[in-house]
């Protein structure tokens, strides 16, 4: 273990030189900054494999994106409403954990947790946990699965600062997308402007050479209409990874120009160190008496023993119709046996 651990780290190390190696100079032709570009942005990705990260996220919605959300009956009528949670989003050998201790926004306003919002895959199972959905419930419902997608991570502070959505654009680029342009020039000392056009929307960004060409800002449009805008206010590398100290995500009405949410995370701790990453915090127990359910399938389960048994399930990596799959392959084998044995038999000289 701690030798996959001193590899892990190594790995997370040279993929943070690399980045560094890459982000030295920006190509004049557009096609090769655009390969340097996505090339230098997954490797900050690939980076991102083993770390812990405490980061406040406050989340603000005007009235009239709550209404969008919760229908015309939500409460505190003609009131914008803000919550600030505490996050924790952890990486460790394909283990995920994402936290949240609230308060959370519903259609009432921010509503106090009594137990925090969490996921986290351990390298089998999947489990979610939302303390507001369970809150006024006699019995605690958890999620489970065997898929580490279904659980869905809150705002991050790269998503905050758009480089998460940067990525996938050059990608889709990469891959060959039709109808797009793209350009990239220096704007002034140590920035660079990227415009991606395809026509009805249109992205213009600001990235940062001191910082490896991060995004510094990044407006989108529709047919003409400020949609949304990344802010990224600092950057900082001091534990290996590149990350937004400080940013913000805010969605626009393409009618009247106004902020409609806003998501802006504020980091407090990074650390790639393996001992701040225990692999107990991926491990999330579900306590006695507790319902689960099922992320895939949306059964819900109750009884106490088949909660037991479905768990059992999960952790033997098997589901239900992958185990009547292996036991009638197995039938299949045996049969396709014994006809042969029989056959065998069947052709088999008589001894005179």
């Given at each position: 273990m701690a030798r996959a651990t001193t590899s892990m780290a190594l790995a997370v190390v040279l993929m943070f030189c690399r980045a560094v190696a890459l982000a030295e100079e920006l190509p004049p032709d557009s096609a090769a900054a655009l390969a340097m570009l996505h090339e230098l942005y997954e490797a900050r990705e690939q980076s991102r494999q083993q770390f812990r990260c405490v980061y406040d996220l406050e989340e603000h919605q005007t009235f009239a994106a709550r209404r969008a959300i919760y229908g015309p009956d939500v409460v505190l009528r003609g009131r914008d409403v803000t919550s600030t949670t505490k996050c924790i989003l952890a990486r460790k050998n394909g283990k995920l954990l994402t936290s949240s201790d609230g308060p959370a926004l519903g259609p009432d306003g921010p509503i106090k947790l009594p137990k925090p919002i969490l996921g986290a895959y351990d390298g089998t199972v999947a489990v979610v946990f939302d303390g507001a959905a369970t809150q006024n419930t006699s019995q605690p419902l958890y999620g489970v699965s065997s898929d580490p997608a279904q659980v869905k991570l809150f705002t991050t502070p790269w998503e905050a600062s758009g480089e998460t959505d940067l990525l996938k654009a050059f990608s889709n680029l990469m891959a060959g997308q039709k109808g797009v342009s793209f350009r990239a020039e220096h704007d002034r000392a140590n920035q660079v402007k990227l415009t991606i056009d395809g026509g009805a929307t249109h992205l213009v960004a600001i990235l940062s050479v001191d910082h490896q060409?991060?995004?510094?800002?990044?407006?989108?449009?529709?047919d003409g209409a400020l949609t949304s805008t990344y802010r990224a206010e600092n950057y900082s590398d001091s534990s290996g990874l590149?990350?937004?100290?400080?940013?913000?995500?805010?969605?626009?009405?393409?009618?009247?120009?106004?902020?409609?949410?806003?998501?802006?995370?504020?980091?407090?701790?990074?650390?790639?160190?393996?001992?701040?990453?225990?692999?107990?915090?991926?491990?999330?127990?579900?306590?006695?008496?507790?319902?689960?359910?099922?992320?895939?399938?949306?059964?819900?389960?109750?009884?106490?023993?088949?909660?037991?048994?479905?768990?059992r399930r999960l952790t033997d990596g098997l589901t239900t119709d992958s185990r009547f799959w292996i036991v009638g392959v197995n039938c299949l084998i045996i049969c396709l046996v014994a006809a042969y044995v029989g056959w065998r038999l069947w052709t088999r000289p008589s001894s005179q």
């Open positions: 060409f991060a995004p510094k800002s990044i407006d989108t449009y529709f590149l990350v937004p100290t400080r940013a913000t995500y805010q969605t626009y009405d393409a009618n009247s120009g106004q902020v409609r949410t806003r998501f802006r995370t504020t980091v407090r701790e990074l650390s790639i160190d393996a001992s701040a990453i225990p692999d107990e915090m991926f491990h999330v127990p579900i306590p006695e008496g507790a319902a689960i359910f099922d992320l895939a399938t949306g059964d819900v389960v109750r009884d106490p023993i088949l909660v037991a048994r479905h768990l």
